[in-house]
């Protein structure tokens, strides 16, 4: 029995090799789409083969699991842990003195790694057991809770360190040490990141081919709207009179969605939870803390109005908005050769102008130039590949939140689409092409590639494309019943703006307020939100026509919009539901009835400059401008990959993923933000005169925007005292930093 | 939450994994799976009812969200049919019943294999490795590596089946 194996006999291997290669080739991540149809195929020849496939995974996932260490396995413990949490609801915030403590016996002194590995997944753990009975939002609320409350984690170095003290019963928790092969004693790890993630938020990038999908037609009118006057930038009286009507109207539709689904709203949030929302919100990241401090100390009654007024005018909202809105136009994986700078910029400068929504969109369609000096090109620069079908399909999904791309092959599941339709849009974009400067290298020579210019060609007539029965059928430029001239005179791009921007409640108005609204709640009127077909009907459909009938009578005032919302009744309520068995639960499915700030992640570029409010880590070296931007983007990327298909699509990791958790677990961003150099925050925390406790109140500030309690306070300082480092070299203060910055709480809006 | 139902539901965590990993076999992707399910069930906990089968209720909210995961993700994790994968989801559930025999004889292969394996496949498992960063670290060709690790899994793989097999002889009634 001592013998080492080593060699696998050949009775089985014989029968399943080929199997067995290509389950390890999936089991490994290099399986080949081919090869996945040949798995499947060999798989489901026999009940045996069939069982080979799920032993060799079930070995996988052992292996994985057990043997060799699935992250941090929780010991014993995280049980009782689990058993003494859950059991004292009233007292749920009393989790845990983290963690660390079997690690003395193992290792004389463990590594900053290990303790951070067990910091994070108590925070993990405490996000898993609280989401179960609403306490996790509960704990967003311990600043008002008094002395009930206590650390996000706590610690405790000392085993001899008595369990359970006062009301509190606190255990041990979690070994850092990484159990090897040959132990298979250990609990199953709960998971590193438990954050609620819907992510169907106009931050959350679409995957593009939801094949079942479409949008629905439209009785429009054509009446005319007298759009391209810009709307008043400047709160003036009336406005404000008229701003407090609508949201007025807007608070009465939402009481009665209440009073119908019988639920009662939850309370109003506090100030400290509402101010990071609506910076998140607003202006991409976190509060500065000085923000906070004066906000907290702002008695005045109309505090939230002036601060969602001073954040609309803050340059971070144009910029916020325009990343979101590039992400949304061209990805975050636009090829290299479309400016996305440029585009970028242009939408900064609509937002902070606040230029009708109309005419955003009349740009994006119809504009024409070089990608560099026109922005607005990029949008369909990035998409005039493939017969412009990404065009057609994107413009639908971005502007309209209409999902055509499959009525490129047929008529839509549903019926109410036809197949002509998605062809009659496309003809509007048969007219333009892309030319592709070139300009000659000083050197060589050679001819480089320059830049693109969008043009519109002196062409007319129809678009060819195949049916299911493959006839070839032609289709002219038509949209929701519209016909335009197809001659060659006609500005097809041009008559495609007017078409969509005119009535008087069009669907891109009816899309970008259902986008805007999921902005704010993280649901939108629709689930997902980019599918308002004729199949998907929207929820409280009365609500949404109201803000879109109001929208367009605003002249399409983006921050009037914006404005309504975040003085609407609903956004001041608080995450946590009026009663613990609140059916408002979109998470599960359910139709949200927006009588709670639901709780969503953090979009990869709030997360980023988040970290960068609270932790200034790019500050600890002068970087250029340049150089900062490029780190950014460079720490987006690894999120995200292009798919390659038609359909120019890409996918995410970002969406509270493994890869996510351990970028920022490990990541280089986060060690210097907690490496205390010269320029951090941390770095100015720690070197200032301030006694201890201070010092903690202020790290809680900058990351969670909100002071600890006085019982997150004492556990954290006795922590800190334990701890067999010298407190003088400032690490444990970066490690309550970092457990503070890989929280559940700072890792969402709520 | 009643300590009944905390002790099923930390007891069937890792059952639970390998019903979702055996359908979509990324690692991380089941992990991720596995937490989203577990919010399902902490929240839905009050739905289940006391001595029905919980493995069961909690497998088909997994099933949900594998679903939910597809769709999120789209065509670039859609590898197989559903038809395919209900059929895997059959099997993977039954083959869950003999869960600790299988992990405790895995333990014992893994102590037989040679040193310089049982260190292969134990840096290929270790957290957020995948193995073709594995290769990278150790210098050695990826191609090579992914052999090797076909080779080791293989070898458990039989070592566990003889392993149950002996011990099935030894006791008058086989469990499965």
Not at chain 1, 266 to 290: F, S, T
Not at chain 1, 673 to 691: K, Q
Not at chain 2, 68 to 82: C, I, N, V
Request: glycine share 6%; with cysteine; hydrophobic share 35%.
């Amino acid at each position: 029995m001592t013998t080492p194996i080593g060699k696998p006999l050949a009775k089985m291997t014989d029968q399943f090799a080929e199997l067995s290669e290509l389950l390890a080739a999936y089991c490994d991540d290099r399986l080949s789409d081919d090869q996945a149809m040949r798995l499947e195929g060999l798989a489901s020849q026999s009940p045996k083969a069939m069982r080979f496939f799920v032993e060799y995974m079930h070995l996988h996932g052992m292996l994985y699991w057990d043997a060799a260490g699935a992250a941090v396995p929780l010991q014993e413990d995280a049980i009782s842990l689990l058993q003494t949490q859950t059991s004292l609801p009233d007292d749920r915030d009393a989790v845990t003195d983290l963690v660390g403590t079997s690690a003395d016996a193992n290792a004389s002194r463990p590594s900053t790694r290990h303790r951070r590995v067990a910091w994070g997944t108590v925070t993990a753990v405490i996000a898993l057991l609280t989401l179960g009975t609403w306490g996790y939002w509960s704990s967003l609320n311990r600043r008002t809770q008094g002395p009930d409350g206590s650390p996000v984690a706590n610690n405790t170095n000392d085993p001899t360190t008595p369990v359970g003290e006062g009301t509190n019963p606190a255990v041990e928790v979690v070994s850092p040490v990484i159990v090897r092969l040959g132990n298979g004693q250990q609990q199953p790890n709960l998971g590193s990141s438990v954050t609620s993630r819907e992510g169907m938020g106009s931050h959350s990038p679409n995957v593009a081919v939801l094949p079942e999908s479409t949008g629905g037609p439209k009785t429009g009118t054509a009446e005319t709207l007298a759009n391209g006057q810009a709307p008043p930038t400047k709160r003036v009286d009336g406005l404000l009179v008229s701003s407090q009507a609508v949201v007025a109207q807007i608070d009465d539709a939402i009481e009665r969605i209440w009073e119908e689904n019988g639920v009662a709203p939850a309370a109003i949030a506090d100030d400290a939870e509402w101010i990071r929302r609506v910076h998140l919100d607003l202006v991409g990241h976190i509060p500065e803390p000085r923000r906070v401090v004066a906000f907290l100390a702002d008695k005045r009654s109309d505090r939230r109005e002036r601060l969602v007024d001073e954040l609309l005018d803050d340059p971070d909202f144009s910029r916020h908005f325009a990343t979101t809105w590039t992400n949304l136009l061209i990805g975050r994986t636009s090829s290299q050769e479309v400016d996305r700078g440029a585009l970028a910029k242009y939408l900064r400068e609509q937002f902070h102008r606040n230029r009708p929504w109309t005419e955003t969109v009349t740009d994006l369609v119809a504009a024409e130039g070089f990608e560099d000096e026109k922005g607005a090109t990029n949008f369909l620069l990035a998409h005039l590949n493939n017969e412009a079908v990404p065009a057609t399909a994107v413009t639908c999904r971005v502007l309209l939140c209409e999902q055509v791309q499959c009525t490129q092959c047929h008529k839509h599941p549903t019926g109410e689409w036809s197949q002509n339709r998605f062809w009659e849009l496309n003809a509007f974009f048969q007219q333009t092409d892309i030319v592709r400067h070139r300009r000659n290298d000083p050197k060589t020579g050679a001819k480089l590639p320059d830049r693109l210019e969008l043009v519109n060609l002196d062409v007319g007539g129809p678009t060819f494309f195949e049916n299911r029965q493959e006839e070839m059928k032609v289709a002219y430029p038509v949209f929701d019943g519209c016909e335009v001239d197809p001659g060659q005179s006609t500005n097809r791009r041009a008559e495609l703006a007017r078409i969509l921007t005119q009535g008087d409640r069009p669907q891109v108005a009816r899309a970008f307020v259902n986008r805007m609204w999921g902005t704010f709640f993280g649901y939108g009127f629709t689930l997902p939100i980019d599918d308002m077909g004729p199949h998907n009907q929207p929820a409280h459909p009365e609500l949404l026509d109201t803000i879109t009938s109001r929208f367009v009578q605003s002249g399409y005032d983006v921050k009037q919009l914006a404005r309504w919302i975040c003085l609407s009744k609903a956004y001041q309520l608080s995450s946590v539901p009026a009663t613990a068995d609140s059916v408002d639960t979109p998470e599960n499915g359910n139709v949200p009835i927006f009588s709670r700030m639901y709780v969503r992640s953090l979009s990869a570029e709030q997360l980023y400059d988040s970290l960068l409010v609270a932790t200034h880590a790019d500050r600890a070296k002068t970087h250029s401008w340049e150089e900062v931007e490029r780190r950014r983007q460079a720490w987006l990327e690894q999120f995200y990959a292009a798919i390659e298909n038609e359909e120019n699509g890409e996918s995410d990791t970002f969406n509270g993923s493994y890869t996510q958790a351990l970028a920022l677990m490990n990541g280089d961003l986060i060690r210097r933000a907690t490496e205390p150099a010269p320029g951090t925050v941390l770095h100015d925390i720690l070197s200032s005169v301030a006694p201890e406790s201070e010092k903690i109140r202020q790290l809680s500030l900058v990351t969670l925007s909100r002071y600890p309690t006085s019982q997150e306070t004492s556990r954290i300082k006795r922590l800190l005292k334990q701890s067999s480092n010298d407190p003088r070299n400032g690490l444990e203060l970066g490690d309550l930093m970092w457990a503070y910055l890989n929280s559940a709480e700072f890792r969402s809006i709520h | 939450m009643s300590e009944e139902f905390v002790q099923l539901f930390t007891r069937n965590q890792r059952r639970l994994y390998l019903l979702i990993l055996s359908q979509v076999g990324n690692i991380q992707d089941a992990e991720e799976i596995l937490q989203d399910t577990n919010c399902v069930v902490l929240t839905k906990h009050p739905q289940f009812e006391a001595g029905t089968n919980f493995f069961a209720w909690t497998a088909q909210i997994a099933t949900f969200e594998i679903l939910k995961f597809r769709q999120r993700h789209g065509r670039s994790k859609l590898r197989f049919t559903d038809q395919f994968l209900d059929l895997v989801a059959v099997e993977a559930e039954a083959a869950g019943e003999n869960l600790d025999g299988r992990r405790e004889a895995l333990e014992r292969c893994l102590q037989k294999l040679r040193a310089k394996d049982r260190k292969l496949i134990q840096s290929r498992y270790e957290p957020s490795t995948s193995a073709k960063e594995m290769a990278e670290s150790i210098g050695r060709p990826a191609n090579s590596v992914y052999q090797s690790l076909g080779r080791i899994r293989r070898t458990l793989l039989e070592c566990i089946s003889r392993q149950l097999a002996d011990s099935a002889e030894l006791r008058p009634q086989p469990t499965r």
